[in-house]
């Protein structure tokens, strides 16, 4: 057993894989990678050469190799800032469509984690609505009344899928090491990010708390539904959700008979995609159209919550600004922002990143939703840079799949939308509630008590320039001193008055905001001290 088996837990499901992976044309890339000595022998000899696989091959080897590298594919479907769009057309084929496990199985499984069924539900439909490979899904009614849904997990998929996780951050490990193309994608870093995705969505239980999550933030939304999860009845194996009955997102028929405004379910999708993205840093990371319906009311219904991206605060401050730039035309701004956000390399060419940003932005002016938009403008930058050795953070790609997804909604229902002037009112109106000056004063507090050193030695610290002041110095020292004297004293002026400011109980607004700038030149001025 050589070095590299012994790090894997299934050595026989490693060696099925390989094999799949040789007998699909994959052959010459295990070669560089030093793994075809793990293909037996036999196989090597009898398999015709084969060119390197084409799109559909990578597709027919994930379907062959089950359901973690058919998620995996579906996920990198969303990557179009490392996969070329060829191959990201074939891998949105795959389907995550398999066959129905046993009702009995199925019964059995809810009763481990609820009890009898008889006690929790007034009614279980045995036949399941839906099957994918993590769970299937049944119609249930509960003692009260409400109608439900099931999600049920899979016997036995969670140790499948962390067995072929295992055996898959080995290879974009390795892969990453020899084969230049999975070095530009940071295969081995994507692979780890699928990986918690992966653990998130086997965890169903925690998709309820997502789901909650996402009620919250979007609880403004009068045209947004997300189902009510029943956390009494719901478990790392089973979840319990409201039933919300609708039509897909994108049956434009079965809308245009609906007595909805199609106008404003386009609104509301550009909107809330930007509050997910800006705002919330916490945004839907499987943004297939059949995960969001349209229900009689014209509201859009938000479904399955096993994957959801993370923005930090200072990423999401980036990416709004990213927005402006782009919506304004502000091609040096977009190109200092992108540089803030991305890892550059050394060669990076930085010149022609400018150009190709320029080109995306101007495509924006004067167009439709059908024709342009600012995601997609942000999207194709994301995509460029990266091949000018500009990369950018993975899951912004994933969130721009997912925004275009809601615009996407916009787009089918109404397609004259006119974005990039609205597009560009709701993103500042969303910076600015995201940086209100109170949200900014709680955080120069909490600085200012970290390093409150630098205020409590103050008075010692100008008693000392002030005696110092009466020694003999040479003319670069003395002027040194009353600069120290000029600004401490104006850094204690702008903290005494700010501070009297806080004092009020509700100052007013413009106060409010003099005394935050006082605060942060006081900073500036602390900073040049030190």
């Not at 769009?85 to 046993?102: C, M, S």
Request: aromatic share 6%; glycine share 4%; hydrophobic share 40%.
């Amino acid at each position: 057993m050589s070095l590299l088996e012994q790090e894997i837990k299934d050595v026989k499901r490693f060696r099925e894989i390989l094999q799949v992976l040789f007998e699909e044309g994959f052959g010459l890339f295990l070669s560089k990678m030093n793994l075809l000595s793990h293909v037996p022998l036999m196989k090597r000899v009898s398999q015709p050469k084969q060119r390197i696989p084409t799109p559909e091959r990578v597709r027919i080897t994930f379907e062959r190799l089950g359901p973690t590298f058919i998620k995996f594919g579906q996920i990198l479907a969303q990557r179009p800032d490392a996969v070329p769009q060829t191959y990201i057309e074939e891998l949105e084929k795959l389907e995550d469509d398999v066959p129905a496990f046993d009702p009995a199985v199925a019964r059995k499984r809810v009763e481990d984690e609820l009890g009898p069924i008889e006690e929790t539900f007034a009614s279980f439909d045995e036949e399941p609505l839906a099957a994918a490979s993590i769970a299937q899904v049944h119609r249930a009614t509960l003692k009260n009344g409400d109608e439900v849904v099931v999600k049920i997990r899979r016997p036995g998929i969670k140790e499948q899928m962390e067995t072929d996780i295992d055996i898959l951050l080995t290879l974009a490990r390795e892969g990453e090491k020899h084969i230049s193309i999975l070095q530009n994608m940071k295969a081995h870093s994507f692979a780890r990010e699928f990986a918690q995705w992966t653990h998130d969505e086997l965890n169903l239980e925690k998709e309820g708390r997502n789901a909650q999550i996402m009620a919250d933030n979007l609880s403004d939304e009068e045209r947004v539904k997300v189902p009510n999860v029943y956390m009494e009845h719901t478990t790392k194996k089973v979840l319990v959700m409201e039933y919300v009955d609708g039509v897909k997102c994108d049956d434009v028929e079965a809308i245009r008979e609906m007595d909805v405004s199609r106008q404003d379910i386009a609104e509301t999708a550009i909107r809330v995609g930007i509050k997910q993205t800006l705002r919330d840093g916490f945004f839907h990371a499987d943004p297939h159209p059949s995960n969001f319906l349209i229900n009689e009311h014209g509201q859009i219904v938000f479904l399955d919550f096993g994957m959801m991206g993370k923005f930090s605060q200072s990423t999401r401050r980036n990416i709004g600004l990213l927005f402006l730039h782009a919506a304004n035309e502000d091609i040096d701004a977009a190109v200092d922002t992108v540089r803030r956000m991305a890892v550059v390399d050394d060669d990076a060419d930085l010149e022609g990143l400018k150009n190709d940003i320029e080109e995306s932005i101007l495509l924006m002016r004067n167009s439709t939703l059908a024709e342009q938009s600012v995601t997609k403008a942000l999207l194709d930058i994301s995509i460029r840079a990266s091949s000018r050795g500009v990369h950018m953070p993975p899951s912004l790609a994933v969130m721009g799949k997912s925004m275009l997804t809601m615009e996407g909604i916009g787009l089918t229902l109404y397609p004259d939308f006119q974005l990039t002037d609205e597009f560009s009112r709701m993103v500042q109106q969303i910076l600015w509630e995201t940086n209100d000056p109170r949200k900014m004063l709680r955080t120069f507090l909490i600085d200012l008590v970290e390093n409150q050193d630098l205020l409590t030695r103050m008075p010692s610290h100008l008693n000392r320039v002030f005696s110092d002041q009466g020694r003999p110095q040479t003319t670069t020292i003395i002027d040194n001193s009353s600069q120290d004297v000029g600004s401490m004293l104006l850094i204690g002026a702008l903290v005494l008055s700010a501070s009297i400011i806080f004092l009020e109980v509700l100052p007013a607004d413009y106060l409010l905001y003099v005394a935050v700038a006082q605060l942060v030149i006081a900073a500036i001025l602390i900073l040049r001290l030190r």
